[in-house]
């Protein structure tokens, strides 16, 4: 295997959205996505038009340079 045979896969937005609605659910009002999961910018984009704050920081202080979604 060669890394140029792998393809980097994102998230779908459907499945963000349901993290989101779980979280909210739960009283929350933001969730974080690790540096290591790829997200492509046209959902961070969609995000954005959809009112999300979008922006990287570290969450805990162990969880650091993630994606951060908040509402």
Request: glycine share 4%.
């Amino acid at each position: 295997m060669k890394a140029s045979d792998l393809k980097k896969t994102s998230q779908t937005i459907e499945s963000i959205y349901k993290r989101i609605s779980e979280a909210n659910s739960l009283g929350d009002f933001k969730i974080f996505i690790p540096h290591f999961i790829f997200i492509e910018e046209n959902l961070k984009i969609k995000l954005i038009e959809d009112g999300f704050k979008i922006y990287k920081d570290d969450w805990d202080g162990i969880i650091t340079n993630c994606l951060i979604i908040e509402w």
